[in-house]
């Protein structure tokens, strides 16, 4: 089957999750730059990264099992990957960023 | 609407979407004020590259943007974990 082949209602179903998903992924984004401090903004890009991601992927693997006609799940690898690396890079930035306020002596970063 | 008119148009608007939040994250990367937001605002980029080509191969029905998503997403990590590194230490390897 190929793509121009699909049902009507699964190409709607996959737009419509792949549009949530990247909806997400916008608002994660407007928060990295409308949010004022570090400590607040370290947070914003986790919504893309987390259900962003996992509806994006969702809606790949659906289309390609149905392009594809047999079950499709290599997309889920990214998923997998993602879920796994997100928190360790934004818990090492965090301690980074911490860090250095710290040694230049800054009052406002988050109690121990 | 045929379904190849819905997926081209619909996943253009999601890739539309992401194209915006892409340039969001350029903004603070461009902006700062800080070190460690520019590197928050380069691994926010580099996400939503990788969900774009993910969207650019449902949309164009090619299987290979798979291989490149996968590689910008590993990539992406690496590239965070080592600035933070060096953010922290002022060295990557020591």
Redesign the interface.
């Known amino acids: 089957m190929?793509?121009?082949?699909?049902?009507?209602w699964?190409?709607?179903t996959?737009?419509?999750v792949?549009?949530c998903?990247?909806?997400l992924?916008?608002v994660?984004?407007?928060g990295?730059?409308v949010l004022k401090r570090?400590y607040e903004?370290?947070h914003a890009?986790t919504l893309?990264?987390t259900l962003?991601?996992a509806l994006?992927?969702v809606?790949?693997v659906v289309?390609?099992s149905m392009?594809e006609g047999r079950l499709a799940l290599?997309?889920l690898?990214?998923g997998v990957?993602?879920t796994v690396?997100t928190p360790?890079?934004l818990i090492?930035?965090a301690?980074?960023?911490v860090?250095?306020d710290r040694v230049e002596g800054d009052d406002h970063i988050p109690p121990e | 609407m045929t379904a190849s008119a819905v997926l081209y148009w619909g996943l253009g608007a999601a890739q539309a979407m992401l194209l915006l939040a892409m340039l969001l994250a350029a903004w603070r990367m461009m902006r700062g004020p800080r070190a460690q937001d520019r590197v928050l605002g380069l691994d926010t980029l580099y996400l939503n590259a990788m969900l774009l080509i993910l969207v650019q191969g449902m949309r164009s029905g090619v299987g290979l943007y798979f291989e490149a998503a996968l590689i910008i997403g590993m990539l992406g990590f690496t590239a965070t974990v080592a600035l933070a590194k060096f953010l922290m230490r002022g060295e990557v390897i020591e």
């Open positions: 190929t793509p121009s082949d699909l049902p009507l699964a190409a709607w996959i737009v419509a792949t549009i998903g990247s909806l992924a916008l994660g984004s407007a990295l730059v570090f903004r370290v890009p893309g990264a962003g991601m994006i992927v809606a790949s289309f390609w392009t290599r997309d690898l990214i990957f993602l690396t360790v890079t090492l930035l301690r980074a960023a860090y250095r």
